[in-house]
Nanobody, 125 residues
Framework: VQLQASGGGLVQAGGSLRLSCAASGRPFSSYVMGWFRQAPGKEREFVAGVSRNGGSTYYADFVKGRFTISRDNAKSTMYLQMNSLKPEDTAVYYC???????????????????WGQGTQVTVSS
């Protein structure tokens, strides 16, 4: 599957952005999906994940209540709605896919099979 992330940009603290991840290739509904981010000098970290049918979601503690992950299998697209953005949210955001037969939402980056190219999110103070 090929993944294309988009929607990043520059926003002031407290603002919002909506990231999208468009997939092509094998049936999108076969994949557990996730968002990760990597700030300069830091390791890539898990942000949020969603099960194959969208029924289950999982968030890192630092985004709970601010970010919402969702997916539209008919459009082969995953989203990350980011509200109340903080300067520490500044990073390159990556979408990832894991082919899976169950709906367990994965949070470990190494288990994901496919990655998008990343989209830059910059939050100014």
């Amino acid at each position: 599957v090929q993944l294309q992330a988009s929607g990043g940009g520059l926003v002031q603290a407290g603002g919002s952005l909506r990231l999208s991840c468009a997939a092509s290739g094998r049936p999108f509904s076969s994949y557990v999906m996730g968002w990760f981010r990597q700030a300069p000098g830091k390791e890539r970290e898990f942000v949020a994940g969603v099960s194959r049918n969208g029924g289950s979601t999982y968030y890192a503690d630092f985004v709970k209540g601010r970010f919402t992950i969702s997916r539209d299998n008919a459009k082969s697209t995953m989203y990350l709605q980011m509200n109340s953005l903080k300067p520490e949210d500044t990073a390159v955001y990556y979408c990832a896919a894991r082919f899976q037969y169950n709906d367990y939402v994965q949070s470990r980056a190494p288990v994901y099979d496919y990655w998008g190219q990343g989209t830059q999110v910059t939050v100014s103070s």
